[in-house]
């Protein structure tokens, strides 16, 4: 087998074999080919690696919204034929999202903004008994805090997570059998390290304690299949813009009887089935949370990527991804100053992890090496805590990290060229100088202009130093 090497002129014909299958984008995504500004000069192509924050349009999910825009229309409120079919699309998109997640016949699909918001309804549906919340949310420490701060509104408990996924499963039994909680809230994968928790045996777990499950699933549903039924997971939320549908739209899915009891999510038009002047009979189902004209393209473009994800082939989507995490683990672990991190030393980087790659470079800040990384070689992706402070705070990592992360219209060079210009850091330093402005990263003396409908505005240039997410 002939060894890969790394720099930034690796051919494609003295890469391992391991790592053809990255050789392509698995599925053409929209803006593939925008040419980023290079602060020195010229221009190259984006290699857009952070996916794990917001994932371009598929390609085919572009085109879908060019063919039902001129549809668009008010729903459920029209009998006019562009309402009915806007109606017919947004209710049709909830079979999709179901059987996408394989939802139980009666579970409801509930539309939202995005996996906060999904959440912060679920919080909100509690089971109450004399006006008193009858067990408590538990969550792991390494929550994004869309899963952590909504708990944090009514009772709850957390733990530390283990160096391990075994000890840390058998901390949440030792909790559980304390007793007294009423929901399980767990992540699918990480958004900070890409590790992916054992849903099925999490969700076996806390119903042998009379508990519930959430799956936040943001960073899982990208991909992995998902079966909420044969897992038998009651809640599961994520959101459509980091599925490559980023028109606004996010989803909870779950078991009806908590949902069409809690506190409607958003009072107003069309979830009440009668309002009075000083009084309200709320509807159930998922208008009952769903108050206000809701985000029809938004509903409906998830819903089409969620079709093109499930026509996938499994294997090609699996080599497609483990091509690249092995080859962007394998080339940064090379690079000295360079570590990568996970929490758990038990996960296996094949199976166990989705493609995320989370490191920090000895001796810079991480939103100063991703301002570089931008201006220098192209390079989109995060740094800062990741919106997970507790877990960032406890890996050692207070002031933040770097976060690579890519998906379906990635290839093998995005890769490259982040190795490569980490290379050229550590080996030649910056090649520009960089302040802080507006409380992020940016070049000094920056000239590249952006398009004219996107005026430069302060902030928006650069990388957050430490203190910032
Ligand atoms: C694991 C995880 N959960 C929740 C969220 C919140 O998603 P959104 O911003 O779409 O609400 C994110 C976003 O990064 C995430 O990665």
């Not at 920090?360 to 989109?380: F, P, T």
């Amino acid at each position: 087998m002939t060894t890969a090497t790394f720099s930034s002129n690796t051919g494609a014909g003295l890469l391992d074999d391991r790592f053809a299958a990255a050789g392509r984008p698995l599925a053409a995504v929209t803006g593939a080919e925008i040419q980023a500004p290079l602060i020195q000069g010229g221009h190259v192509r984006y290699a857009n690696l952070d996916y794990g924050a917001s994932a371009p349009a598929l390609s085919v999910v572009s085109a879908y919204l060019n063919e039902i825009l001129p549809f668009y229309a008010s729903v459920h409120r029209g009998a006019g034929y562009a309402s009915q079919i806007s109606t017919s699309v947004y209710e049709n998109a909830r079979n999709i999202v179901r059987e996408f997640v394989g939802g139980r016949p009666d579970d409801s699909v509930i539309f939202t903004r995005n996996t906060t918001d999904s959440l912060n309804l679920l919080a909100g549906c509690l089971p109450v008994e004399d006006q008193r919340h009858t067990g408590e949310v538990l969550y792991l420490d390494i929550e994004h805090h869309a899963n952590l701060l909504p708990w944090q509104g009514v009772p709850h408990r957390s733990i530390v997570a283990s160096d391990t996924l075994e000890a840390t499963v058998a901390s949440l039994r030792a909790e559980l059998e304390n007793g007294d909680v009423s929901l399980l809230a767990v992540t699918g994968a990480s958004n900070v390290t890409g590790e992916i928790l054992p849903i099925r045996r999490l969700a076996a777990l806390a119903h042998e304690f009379g508990a519930r499950i959430v799956v936040d699933a943001a960073q899982l549903a990208p991909h992995r299949r998902i079966d909420i039924a044969a897992d038998d997971v009651d809640y599961l939320a994520f959101s459509g813009h980091k599925l490559y549908a980023p028109f606004g739209s996010g989803v909870l899915v779950g078991r009806p009887d908590w949902l069409d009891a809690g506190t409607p999510h958003l009072a107003g038009g069309g979830a009440v089935s009668e309002a009075r002047l000083d009084g309200v009979s709320w509807t159930t189902g998922p208008a009952r949370h769903e108050g206000g004209s809701p985000n029809v393209l938004g509903a409906a473009t998830l819903a089409r990527a969620t079709q093109v994800i499930a026509a996938l082939d499994q294997a090609n989507w699996h080599a497609h991804e483990t091509a690249i995490r092995s080859f962007l683990v394998e080339g940064l672990q090379r690079i000295e100053g360079v570590t990568v991190h996970q929490i758990f030393s038990d996960t296996d980087p094949d199976t166990d992890t989705i493609g995320v790659v989370n490191f920090s470079v000895e001796g810079y800040d991480a939103g100063l090496v991703a301002a570089y990384l931008s201006a220098e070689h192209g390079v989109g992706l995060r740094d800062g805590r990741f919106c997970a402070h507790p877990l960032l705070k406890r890996l050692g990592l207070p002031s933040g990290s770097l976060r690579a992360s890519f998906g379906l219209g990635s290839r093998l060079e995005d890769a490259q060229r982040l190795l490569a210009g980490i290379e050229d850091l550590r080996g030649s330093g910056l090649g520009w100088d960089y302040v802080v402005d507006s409380g992020r990263w940016v070049p000094a003396n920056d000239t590249r202009s952006y398009p004219h409908w996107a005026p430069n505005t302060p902030g928006t240039a650069g990388a957050a130093p430490c203190a910032l997410d």
